[in-house]
């Protein structure tokens, strides 16, 4: 049996502590509201009352969850495919938590396996149930009152915009600005995330291949728009370098083979490779082959050197590991696999659900800029920066949101000409919501927590930690936050902030905190 290594949550136990002690009270609350609900449940209702009461109650016992699980997510690698951080399934073994709202143990057995506890997808059904928007949804005028005097603050420049919905019935309950559209910065990640789901479906991968023409001897490595593919070891459940080449020195060997001319084939991208904003550490060369994000310092997320020539650079990594079997290769160069060329073996990236987690999670720009790519792929656009943004774009209408008014120069969200509305930023959250479109979930499971994960692991300190999560966004004079937060009458809301002309970025990124903390305070019912 393998035992977890439970370090992190030593690390984390503060946290979890601070996260304990803000969610105790809100929950003694939503649950002295829900007791005489649900002794009512037990006579005749209405259906639809039956389960708006359910997601009332079910939102107060995941914000207690969330509390629980999520200092696990600080050390967590990606997401497994129930759509659960390995950390929560691990720690959950080895507490031998039978997982649900209820975390008592079985009084008949103390040696059945555990069942892992459920994710956010298990919550999020509860909102199939409709809300009669005057019973309970957040009121306008409260919110006004609350959010208005801190939106503000003149940290937050010259311009702000705001908008929140009740998730339980997608109505907006507080607006300012909420048709304007501003520079997003990387909330823009929101949109592209929707987009790419919607388009290619949450188990779609991208796949690498090594394909040989017999008669030329040639051996071309072909990108497919993977920027997670690893040469690095272990591998961590990425699409990895080394097992292709493993497996291609194989097939080779088969052949008789042990000498080729080495290409690469990049062609699936269109147009230039390099972002309009420059040479910069936030992103390398848009490319459909590199290898671990073209990093040059060893790490897996934020800023970093980048190779110049990702591609050239993975194909000389995948000539390494040929030679280590044997097999000698010409000086690589580009190529164009052609319709002789025999696949001798692939590799595939985890399904996008994945990919859209960690982009959100980590603000990934290289992930942010292949899924726009792929797309505009799977939509039948050019893969490249003006294709992808008018894909974003159509696929987003097609799903019927408000996109008067948006404009996408990228995936990342880098550039300063993109535009979004905080009405459209939380229409997205809301579609990703909605019990029919399952396949959007991701959009929201892979925001970051606040306080724990991500971009917000050392934001909310002091405030609504484990009770938001938000995508952030940060340029120069531009901060914008969007996501969700659990309310103290246990009602999930999304928001959406974006500001532009902000003086100091500290300051801004304080004044949208304090903004997301009053929601969760708010009992604006």
């Given at each position: 049996?393998?035992?977890?290594?439970?370090?992190?949550?030593?690390?984390?136990?503060?946290?979890?502590?601070?996260?304990?002690?803000?969610?105790?009270?809100?929950?003694?609350?939503?649950?002295?509201?829900?007791?005489?609900?649900?002794?009512?449940?037990?006579?005749?209702?209405?259906?639809?009352?039956?389960?708006?009461?359910?997601?009332?109650?079910?939102?107060?016992?995941?914000?207690?969850?969330?509390?629980?699980?999520?200092?696990?997510?600080?050390?967590?690698?990606?997401?497994?495919?129930?759509?659960?951080?390995?950390?929560?399934?691990?720690?959950?073994?080895?507490?031998?938590?039978?997982?649900?709202?209820?975390?008592?143990?079985?009084?008949?057995?103390?040696?059945?396996?555990?069942?892992?506890?459920?994710?956010?997808?298990?919550?999020?059904?509860?909102?199939?149930?409709?809300?009669?928007?005057?019973?309970?949804?957040?009121?306008?005028?409260?919110?006004?009152?609350?959010?208005?005097?801190?939106?503000?603050?003149?940290?937050?420049?010259?311009?702000?915009?705001?908008?929140?919905?009740?998730?339980?019935?997608?109505?907006?309950?507080?607006?300012?600005?909420?048709?304007?559209?501003?520079?997003?910065?990387?909330?823009?990640?929101?949109?592209?995330?929707?987009?790419?789901?919607?388009?290619?479906?949450?188990?779609?991968?991208?796949?690498?291949?090594?394909?040989?023409?017999?008669?030329?001897?040639?051996?071309?490595?072909?990108?497919?728009?993977?920027?997670?593919?690893?040469?690095?070891?272990?591998?961590?459940?990425?699409?990895?370098?080394?097992?292709?080449?493993?497996?291609?020195?194989?097939?080779?060997?088969?052949?008789?083979?042990?000498?080729?001319?080495?290409?690469?084939?990049?062609?699936?991208?269109?147009?230039?490779?390099?972002?309009?904003?420059?040479?910069?550490?936030?992103?390398?060369?848009?490319?459909?082959?590199?290898?671990?994000?073209?990093?040059?310092?060893?790490?897996?997320?934020?800023?970093?050197?980048?190779?110049?020539?990702?591609?050239?650079?993975?194909?000389?990594?995948?000539?390494?590991?040929?030679?280590?079997?044997?097999?000698?290769?010409?000086?690589?160069?580009?190529?164009?696999?052609?319709?002789?060329?025999?696949?001798?073996?692939?590799?595939?990236?985890?399904?996008?659900?994945?990919?859209?987690?960690?982009?959100?999670?980590?603000?990934?720009?290289?992930?942010?800029?292949?899924?726009?790519?792929?797309?505009?792929?799977?939509?039948?656009?050019?893969?490249?920066?003006?294709?992808?943004?008018?894909?974003?774009?159509?696929?987003?209408?097609?799903?019927?949101?408000?996109?008067?008014?948006?404009?996408?120069?990228?995936?990342?969200?880098?550039?300063?000409?993109?535009?979004?509305?905080?009405?459209?930023?939380t229409a997205l959250l809301a579609e990703a919501a909605d019990p029919d479109r399952p396949e959007l979930r991701p959009a929201l499971?892979?925001?970051?927590?606040?306080?724990?994960?991500?971009?917000?692991?050392?934001?909310?300190?002091?405030?609504?930690?484990?009770?938001?999560?938000?995508?952030?966004?940060?340029?120069?004079?531009?901060?914008?936050?969007?996501?969700?937060?659990?309310?103290?009458?246990?009602?999930?809301?999304?928001?959406?902030?974006?500001?532009?002309?902000?003086?100091?970025?500290?300051?801004?990124?304080?004044?949208?905190?304090?903004?997301?903390?009053?929601?969760?305070?708010?009992?604006?019912?």
């Amino acid at each position: 049996m393998v035992v977890p290594d439970l370090r992190p949550w030593r690390v984390a136990r503060p946290r979890l502590v601070r996260a304990a002690n803000a969610v105790r009270p809100r929950l003694a609350r939503v649950a002295a509201a829900a007791k005489p609900r649900f002794t009512r449940s037990a006579r005749p209702t209405k259906p639809q009352v039956t389960r708006v009461k359910t997601w009332q109650f079910t939102a107060g016992a995941a914000t207690a969850g969330l509390a629980l699980a999520v200092g696990a997510v600080t050390a967590a690698g990606p997401w497994d495919s129930t759509g659960q951080r390995t950390a929560e399934r691990e720690r959950a073994v080895a507490q031998q938590h039978t997982g649900g709202a209820s975390h008592g143990r079985g009084s008949g057995t103390t040696s059945a396996a555990p069942r892992p506890a459920p994710s956010a997808p298990s919550v999020l059904t509860g909102l199939g149930g409709s809300t009669p928007v005057g019973e309970s949804a957040p009121g306008a005028r409260p919110l006004a009152a609350v959010l208005g005097p801190l939106l503000k603050d003149p940290a937050l420049g010259e311009r702000q915009a705001a908008a929140v919905v009740d998730l339980a019935t997608g109505m907006p309950v507080y607006g300012t600005a909420a048709g304007e559209a501003l520079i997003p910065a990387s909330t823009t990640k929101i949109a592209t995330a929707v987009a790419a789901l919607s388009a290619l479906g949450p188990d779609h991968r991208l796949t690498t291949r090594a394909a040989f023409e017999p008669d030329t001897g040639e051996l071309v490595l072909v990108g497919g728009g993977d920027p997670t593919l690893t040469a690095r070891e272990p591998a961590g459940g990425w699409a990895d370098l080394r097992t292709l080449a493993d497996r291609t020195a194989k097939k080779l060997a088969e052949r008789g083979v042990r000498e080729v001319t080495l290409s690469y084939d990049t062609t699936l991208y269109a147009g230039p490779e390099r972002h309009p904003i420059g040479e910069n550490d936030n992103l390398a060369p848009v490319t459909a082959l590199m290898i671990d994000e073209a990093r040059t310092d060893g790490s897996t997320s934020g800023t970093a050197g980048r190779s110049t020539e990702p591609a050239a650079d993975a194909t000389r990594a995948f000539a390494d590991i040929l030679k280590t079997h044997g097999i000698r290769t010409s000086s690589p160069g580009p190529s164009k696999a052609t319709t002789r060329a025999q696949t001798l073996a692939s590799v595939s990236s985890p399904p996008l659900a994945t990919l859209v987690e960690r982009m959100l999670t980590n603000s990934d720009n290289d992930i942010a800029e292949a899924l726009v790519r792929h797309t505009a792929l799977a939509t039948g656009r050019r893969a490249d920066f003006d294709g992808a943004g008018r894909a974003v774009h159509a696929q987003l209408k097609k799903l019927g949101l408000p996109v008067k008014g948006a404009v996408f120069k990228d995936g990342s969200g880098l550039s300063r000409e993109d535009r979004l509305t905080t009405g459209l930023l939380t229409a997205l959250l809301a579609e990703a919501a909605d019990p029919d479109r399952p396949e959007l979930r991701p959009a929201l499971t892979g925001l970051p927590v606040a306080g724990f994960t991500g971009t917000l692991t050392s934001r909310y300190a002091d405030g609504a930690a484990g009770l938001v999560r938000a995508k952030t966004g940060t340029l120069t004079g531009v901060n914008a936050l969007a996501g969700t937060v659990v309310d103290r009458d246990g009602r999930l809301l999304a928001f959406a902030f974006l500001a532009s002309g902000t003086l100091e970025k500290d300051a801004a990124q304080t004044a949208l905190d304090r903004a997301a903390t009053a929601l969760a305070n708010c009992g604006c019912g």
